[in-house]
């Protein structure tokens, strides 16, 4: 079937049978349709609080985040296209995607996926997914990956595990039942990354590991290097600063592509509203006026959380990424807080596998075209 025979801008009848329910009379025969969403339609709005309207994910980005990086102001656009689909189910909105390209993006093969949310029926997954796919197909795509909300500095990654466990600022949160759903579509994990949840034993456990290392600091500071903490009463001017580090930082990190300051904040949205206490250093060494790494979190409570840590190449190895989570874990101290999380940390080696086996667990998926 065509893409355009399964899509327009209007609703059409396009029946499908779940799987199941092969054994229905044609009466009880469950009608999907999917439809493309003009930014412009009242059914924009419907798409933008499905999630939350539906009870179908809490936790997924609000309506006015959706709104702001979809909507006709959307930064995206000057470098990037998207489109937007919608399922229905006997005439209910049951699910959403979003296909996009990127023309900046490193790989010119590779268009993504994002803003997936679905009701638990693998059909309606199908039939959003096989949209998105032949629409990319269309742009001269040869792969699919996502979940990325067309830039990793919105949100992206699937949740993958520990389900029980609450959401702290900033992390991808699903229900359980979609990555079931995109295995079963022919997608794989192609990048994983793991969180750990830090109880007062351990959060003492890694305090005591650092104190083994206070001569290795004495060193390195003795090169040059201190640490500032990032003032909460400037976040617009500090975030300059880390919006600098980061593209100097993480350029080879799994799907960067590099934005500006302007979409830099668009994309990050209730991220940078004030709603969480944030907290964070940055890394100076003598020879330069501008900081040379530095450290994000937030406190939920009584949790501390340890979110970004990065250092720039040129110093990399000189003990400064020691000193940034020193001064982390002496916050921690001083706030008097009893737990943190050590969030989104790449699949591999970890200063928090000192404590045991992660809780919770995130991945991209993809497929060839």
Avoid at 28 to 33: A, I, M, P
Avoid at 45 to 73: E, M, T, W, Y
Avoid at 244 to 258: G, K, M, P, Q, T
Avoid at 357 to 362: E, G, I, K, Q, V
Wanted: glycine fraction near 8%; charged fraction near 25%.
């Amino acid at each position: 079937m065509d893409i355009g025979d399964l899509v327009t801008n209007t609703t059409q009848s396009l029946p499908f049978l779940s799987a199941g329910k092969r054994d229905r009379s044609a009466d009880e025969v469950e009608q999907y349709t999917i439809a493309t969403i003009d930014r412009s339609s009242p059914e924009f709005h419907d798409f933008a609080v499905l999630p939350h309207a539906r009870s179908l994910n809490s936790l997924a980005p609000s309506a006015a985040d959706v709104i702001l990086q979809l909507g006709a102001d959307s930064l995206f656009y000057r470098h990037g296209e998207a489109r937007l689909f919608a399922c229905y189910k006997n005439g209910q909105l049951v699910g959403r995607v979003v296909a996009s390209v990127d023309h900046h993006f490193p790989d010119p093969d590779v268009g993504h996926f994002g803003y997936f949310e679905v009701c638990q029926d693998k059909a309606c997954a199908e039939m959003l997914m096989r949209a998105c796919e032949e629409w990319l197909r269309e742009k001269g795509k040869t792969r699919i990956e996502g979940p990325i909300n067309l830039s990793i500095f919105a949100a992206y990654r699937l949740q993958t595990a520990g389900f029980a466990t609450q959401a702290f600022p900033g992390e991808p949160r699903n229900p359980k039942y979609y990555p079931g759903l995109l295995d079963s579509l022919g997608y794989r994990k192609v990048a994983l990354w793991n969180s750990w949840d830090i109880s007062a034993w351990a959060l003492r456990t890694l305090r005591a590991f650092d104190w083994l290392k206070r001569s290795k600091r004495r060193a390195t500071r003795s090169c040059g290097y201190r640490v500032e903490a990032l003032r909460t009463d400037r976040l617009e001017e500090e975030t300059l600063k880390i919006h600098r580090l980061v593209h100097e930082i993480f350029i080879d990190n799994y799907a960067f592509s590099a934005i500006d300051f302007d979409e830099h904040v668009q994309m990050q949205g209730r991220a940078l509203d004030g709603s969480a206490k944030v907290s964070g250093a940055f890394l100076y060494h003598a020879a330069s006026r501008n900081p040379v790494g530095f450290s994000y979190g937030f406190y939920r409570g009584q949790t501390a959380i340890f979110h970004t840590f990065g250092v720039t190449s040129a110093h990399r190895g000189s003990g400064g990424a020691d000193l940034l989570y020193h001064e982390g874990l002496q916050d921690v101290h001083r706030n008097g807080v009893s737990t943190a999380i050590g969030a989104l940390a790449k699949d591999g080696k970890s200063k928090y596998e000192r404590i045991g086996r992660p809780a919770r667990s995130y991945a991209i998926y993809g497929r060839d075209l």
